[in-house]
């Protein structure tokens, strides 16, 4: 960024990355304004890859664009619902401006348990934590922790719950 101008206000459209793997690149070594300016010009010439629509909202994330990074997320689980981590980035979303509720909401939905990514189970867990469901925190954690048993750091999770809930000797256990 250049005097409060973007870049597609400085650099000729020819100039920006056209492969999308130079765009992931620019992101990942952390030149984000170039990247999201880079995904704006490729979209505008491409048609939509959801995989890379997805990079793109965590771009706006990471430069705090956190409602454009929402409406990118929410079109994503629309158009391509098998994007696991476009649920687990909007419900970071979602948490980071303060709705909770609406997060647990959406990693609750039929469409997302069916998915069966441990992933969104855990931050669900965790969500359901935060807001002091304790209970159902635990029946989850349980629930991952007999599909992957070698996991300390979920067995610590529902060891943190257990106590909270005076289940001591379960606690122990683990």
């Known amino acids: ?3 409060g101008k973007s ?10 990355p056209k492969n999308p793997s130079e765009i992931i690149k620019l992101h990942l070594d952390g ?5 999201h300016d880079a995904y704006v010009n490729y979209f505008q010439e491409h048609d939509i890859d959801y995989n890379l629509l997805n990079m793109f909202a965590v771009c706006c994330v990471n430069i705090g664009k956190l409602e454009k990074a929402e409406k990118l997320f929410e079109a994503i ?3 391509a619902p098998e994007i696991t981590e476009a649920y687990i980035h909007l419900a970071e979303v979602l948490t980071a401006t303060d709705r909770i509720e609406a997060a647990l909401d959406l ?3 039929q469409q997302v348990k069916s998915l069966y ?3 969104i189970e855990l931050m669900r867990c965790e969500l359901l934590g935060k807001v002091g469901r304790h209970s159902d925190a635990a029946k989850g954690l349980r ?6 048993p070698k996991d300390v750091d979920l067995k610590l999770k529902l060891a943190e719950i ?5 289940n001591i000797n379960e606690a122990n256990k683990l």
């Open 1 to 3: 960024m250049v005097r």
């Open 7 to 16: 870049m597609n206000n400085i650099l000729p459209k020819s100039e920006f």
């Open 31 to 35: 030149l984000l304004e170039e990247a």
């Open 77 to 79: 689980i629309e158009h």
């Open 107 to 109: 990693l609750s939905m």
């Open 117 to 119: 990514d441990h992933k």
């Open 143 to 148: 629930q991952l922790c007999s599909n992957m």
């Open 162 to 166: 257990e106590v909270l809930l005076k």
